[in-house]
């Protein structure tokens, strides 16, 4: 079954970009049923999606209104991965970063699948 | 402030019922299935219903979901001491063009 392994700093400065991968295996990143998502947990903001990216036919993204200024979410088809940028992080950014997987056995938006969290601090 | 408002706590005895409300709006839960996912401490949210009330393979048929209107419901029987944990409803919202989060319920067994 898909499982997702999460990389990336835990701490970045403010000002700065933020950058996580998310690795998949025992699936595909060009799955034409499943969505690749971003989402975060802090105490303040509890859960919040940031966005996904999905393949149908082509590549397509939605972003959540609150960080669609600052945010990437691309797919690197060579290492079957995807991965987060958010920029001009502020330590409102603080927070576990899951990237999450919707396989499409459950729909599009529930999310079955998640990586096992990235605890990211903005801090100078 | 989140787009779906859940109670922040319930509480119950074990072997008893408890239930969870999630309240949205037309364009959220109003349209669209709503999911709900089970935290445990220290752990990533974990799917225990999906399509309003169709469960996972491996989740216990102890939790159910429904959803009537702009309303959704996670109902728990037979609960126990391991079934303490943060719960969350989700939706689409077909406004917002996003995934929106219920603010999260605690619950606690007696």
């Known amino acids: 079954q898909v499982q997702l392994q999460q990389s990336g700093p835990g701490l970045v400065k403010p000002s700065q970009t933020l950058s996580l991968t998310c690795a998949i295996s025992?699936?595909?990143?060009?799955?034409?049923?499943?969505?690749w998502n971003w989402i975060r947990q802090s105490p303040s903001r509890g859960l919040e999606w940031l966005g996904r990216?999905?393949?149908?036919?082509?590549?397509?993204?939605n972003f959540a209104v609150s960080v669609r200024s600052r945010i990437t979410i691309s797919p690197d088809t060579s290492k079957n991965q995807f991965s987060l940028q958010l920029n001009s992080v502020t330590p409102e950014d603080t927070a576990v970063y899951y990237c999450a997987a919707a396989s499409g056995a459950y729909g599009d938006v529930a999310f079955d699948i998640w990586g096992q969290g990235t605890m990211v601090t903005v801090s100078s | 402030q989140s787009v779906l408002t859940q109670p922040p706590s319930v509480s119950a005895a074990p072997g008893q019922k408890v239930t969870i409300s999630c309240s949205g709006s037309s364009s959220n839960i109003g349209k669209n299935y709503v999911s709900w996912y089970q935290q445990l401490p220290g752990t990533a949210p974990k799917l225990l219903i999906y399509d309003n009330n169709k469960r996972p393979s491996g989740i216990p048929d102890r939790f159910s979901g429904s959803k009537s209107g702009k309303s959704a419901t996670l109902g728990i029987t037979g609960l126990q001491t391991g079934d303490e944990a943060d719960y969350y409803c989700e939706t689409w919202d077909s406004t917002l063009n996003a995934v929106v989060f219920g603010g999260g319920t605690k619950l606690t067994v007696l």
């Open positions: 025992g699936g595909s990143v060009y799955s034409n049923s499943a969505t």
């Open positions: 990216t999905h393949y149908r036919s082509k590549w397509y993204n």
